[in-house]
T-cell receptor
């Protein structure tokens, strides 16, 4: 069975602070994908990143960066110099990397509030 | 590319009534997924289609739920004899997957169902 744990339910930061959202996953698969999605108040899930289990290289995209550590089964997400527009619920998710389709298992989400 | 669209965006119905939701995926996406999201939780997988074939149904999908994708394009999700526990956001997602490549799912804005 697959499981994603996002222990932080809510985080508040002041604008321009850096913030890290934690994600720990469990899977018996050797090949899998990890994702982060953003869900703003409008409700639509916005895809942010997908990472293959064989690629442990950290990634940076603008103010966003992701730290994938297989040894600790973690895939943490850092926002640098946070902005009010970053306020949203962020979901970490996991899917199998083979077997023909992606049944994505989501965590319970971390609600981020950026205070101006 | 107009993204995944869902209609209606909101639906209020009385217990016992039937409701039907529609999802239009991104054109040429061969896979279509339905998820349910309750307050404070991440989306939970309900079912998925590859083209017109429904290939998996979650145990969450009781006999009162039925989904179709008749021509491999849009999909409908029907709930018969609605119950208050069916109140949730119903999300649709689509992806373009090839045999050896699984791609990220793009989500629609969701249909929020309230059963009174």
């Amino acid at each position: 069975a697959q499981k994603v744990t996002q222990a932080q339910t809510e985080i508040s930061v002041v604008e321009k602070e850096d913030v890290t959202l934690d994600c720990v996953y469990e899977t018996r698969d050797t090949t899998y994908y990890l994702f982060w999605y953003k869900q703003p108040p409008s409700g639509e899930l916005v895809f942010l990143i997908r990472r293959n289990s064989f690629d442990e290289q950290n990634e940076i995209s603008g103010r966003y960066s992701w730290n994938f550590q297989k040894s600790t089964s973690s895939f943490n997400f850092t926002i640098t110099a946070s902005q009010v527009v970053d306020s949203a619920v962020y979901f970490c998710a996991l899917s199998r990397g083979s077997g023909g389709y992606q049944k994505v298992t989501f965590g319970t989400g971390t609600k981020l509030q950026v205070i101006p | 590319d107009t993204g995944v669209s869902q209609n209606p965006r909101h639906k209020i119905t009385k217990r016992g009534q039937n409701v039907t939701f529609r999802c239009d995926p991104i054109s040429e996406h061969n896979r279509l997924y339905w998820y349910r999201q309750t307050l404070g939780q991440g989306p939970e997988f309900l079912t998925y289609f590859q083209n017109e074939a429904q290939l998996e149904k979650s145990r969450l999908l009781s006999d009162r739920f039925s989904a179709e994708r008749p021509k491999g394009s849009f999909s409908t999700l029907e709930i018969q004899r609605t119950e208050q526990g069916d109140s949730a956001m119903y999300l649709c997602a689509s992806s373009l997957d090839r045999t050896a490549v699984l791609n990220e799912q793009y989500f629609g804005p969701g249909t929020r169902l309230t059963v009174t």
